[in-house]
């Protein structure tokens, strides 16, 4: 057993505590975190961005989705921790195992500041229910964990109205029409994003995402308070802050500012809150989706305008990768990082490039097979001919955030992963082509991009696309493609979605293609609105590895008007070689 699950089950008996859980998450639920917010990673070795621990004086177990079982499998081997495989027939919920072995009398800790409102309340009734306790003030792991990192404390910048596309003044007072719908007197938000979205900031205190660490209360009447480091912002953005109408207050006086609020009426999302917050507060609370959520998801007509330039400059860099990676992989060995470092070089050509806006997924052969696959020193393999490199990659730019993959072949390819390969592209060709009436949610149009897949008998255990936010997170609510999720939204003009159907051979090889789609009005009839899609992205797909007698006519013709757009938006940028590869790469069919 790992030392530190020891040492914190010596800290549990300290406390009579019996079961301690540990999430992934920071204090406002964000999908990837600082290094100081990595309790879990500590604990288990594990190094994915979704996982949730529960130990116990007998065993310990982590829970994760299928993006990561092969992962979490290699990390957590020797460590005496057991995987939890989310959704696997006869796996236990977390929330199940909890209230299966927690006993009358016993007690369940956590840190309340890292578990969502909604969830902590469902613990809360199943525990009552099984006469057991709950304490949600402990951070344990904190007490054994000697070189904790530090809290981020990055700079805040403001972002321009020529990107932002409106002003922070407009957006509150957009937001305070929804807060007087609700009959509420405030809001209170812990999302990051949303945040930063509002106050047209950005900062750099988590990885990947230009955030700032705030927490965020909105008052109809009075002034509104910024919670945040303040060293964090510089005159003339606390002086614009300010002139909001809005007060800058310590970060971690919110607990206590949150404690004072009498006889007002409150609007929060419980599954966005933090578990503490919602704890603290004494008056009457409306849990409703946040209203920020949509408004941010739902992009302004300079943010899409920004959006296309953003991806035509990421497209070029992406198509520079793969022409460079086939023209010299037999020529000099070239490994997965090198790609990742080729990449940032391409993209670094670009002055209003920031930073990627996720770790760079370079997966060659069996690695391909891991869905969030991260090369490092241990795992780096070098590209070789007969097999797959997967590459799947996100930037900043000021003008917008971008996610592409590509899966390129090198050499030769066997037939069935030509069959593999072509059956993935048809997904892709068929929802980026789909149009659908108005109202029409993301799990009704996930059927395009897997029925080729479940032809042959293979499927993928990731959502097909999820929202991406503009020089935000990689994922963003509420937009998504996926039929295991009831939970998602009517597909709004403006909303930028993913459309990334793969297949994963264990052992052997993954397949991913990935391209951004725009929603958009398509034309109005009697039968009412309809909606289509306008891809983003523009990087061509690997001839060589398409079996073109799988492709009817209406696909022949969708990736030949692609592939038509993809030299005439991208050509221009290449050098005479990367053109007249790109000419015959995107040839008609």
Request: charged share 30%; proline share 2%.
């Amino acid at each position: 057993m790992k030392k530190e699950i020891t040492d914190l089950r010596n800290e549990m008996e300290k406390n009579n505590i019996d079961m301690y859980l540990v999430v992934t998450d920071d204090y406002h639920g964000s999908e990837y975190v600082g290094d100081y917010f990595k309790e879990r990673e500590y604990l288990s070795g594990f190094t994915g961005s979704a996982g949730r621990m529960v130990v116990t004086q007998e065993e310990a177990c982590l829970w994760t989705d299928g993006r990561y079982f092969i992962q979490a499998e290699n990390q957590l081997e020797g460590s005496g921790i057991s995987l939890k495989k989310m959704g696997e027939p006869g796996v236990m919920t977390i929330e199940k195992y909890i209230t299966k072995y927690i006993r009358s009398g016993k007690t369940l800790a956590f840190d309340g500041r890292t578990i969502s409102a909604s969830a902590g309340e469902k613990l809360e009734k199943q525990l009552k229910e099984k006469a057991a306790n709950l304490i949600y003030d402990k951070d344990l792991v904190d007490k054994i964990w000697h070189n904790r990192p530090k809290m981020s404390s990055s700079r805040a910048t403001l972002l321009d109205i020529k990107y932002a596309g409106e002003s922070a003044g407009d957006k509150l007072l957009r937001l305070k029409d929804k807060i007087k719908e609700k009959d509420c007197d405030m809001y209170i938000t812990t999302a990051l994003d949303e945040i930063a979205w509002l106050f047209n900031i950005r900062g750099n205190d988590v990885e990947y995402n230009p955030v700032i660490l705030s927490y965020c209360v909105v008052s109809v009447d009075g002034r509104g308070v910024l919670f945040a480091d303040r060293s964090k912002f510089d005159e003339i953005t606390s002086e614009q802050i300010k002139a909001l109408d809005f007060d800058i207050e310590d970060y971690d006086k919110v607990y206590e500012f949150i404690g004072k609020i009498k006889n007002k009426k409150v609007l929060l999302d419980k599954s966005k809150t933090n578990y503490m917050i919602v704890k603290n507060l004494s008056c009457e609370i409306l849990d409703e989706k946040s209203p920020l959520m949509n408004m941010k998801a739902v992009k302004n007509c300079t943010e899409i305008k920004n959006e296309r330039t953003a991806h035509i400059k990421d497209s070029v860099a992406f198509t520079k990768l793969i022409y460079y990676l086939k023209k010299n992989y037999n020529k000099q060995p070239i490994t997965e990082l090198d790609v990742v470092d080729k990449l940032e070089e391409f993209r670094r050509s670009d002055t209003n490039y920031i930073e990627p806006s996720f770790g760079t997924i370079s997966a060659f052969a069996s690695n391909g097979a891991i869905v969030h696959y991260e090369p490092s020193k241990q795992t780096n393999k070098t590209i070789e001919a007969g097999q797959y490199l997967l590459v799947d990659a996100g930037g900043h730019y000021y003008e917008g955030t971008t996610d592409m993959t590509r899966t390129i072949s090198f050499g030769s390819v066997s037939k069935i992963q030509k069959k593999h390969y072509t059956a993935v592209l048809k997904g892709n060709l068929r929802l980026s082509d789909a149009k659908f009436l108005y109202g029409m949610r993301g799990a009704g149009l996930d059927f395009a991009a897997r029925e080729a897949l479940w032809k042959i008998g293979l499927d993928y255990k990731h959502g097909t696309g999820h929202g991406v936010g503009y020089l935000l997170n990689v994922h963003e609510s509420p937009n998504s493609i996926r039929f295991r999720d009831s939970d998602d939204a009517v597909l709004e003009e403006g909303m930028i979605t993913s459309n990334e159907p793969g297949v994963y051979i264990e052992n052997e090889y993954g397949i991913r293609l990935e391209n951004l789609i725009l929603c958009k009005k398509a034309q109005k009839n009697e039968y009412g609105q309809f909606m289509e899609f306008e891809t983003l992205t523009y990087v061509p797909f690997d001839r060589n590895s398409i079996e073109i007698s799988m492709l009817n006519e209406e696909e022949k013709d969708i990736l030949n008007q692609y592939n038509q757009s993809v030299y005439e938006k991208i050509a221009g940028y290449l050098d005479e070689e990367e053109r007249e590869w790109l000419e015959n790469e995107t040839k008609k069919l």
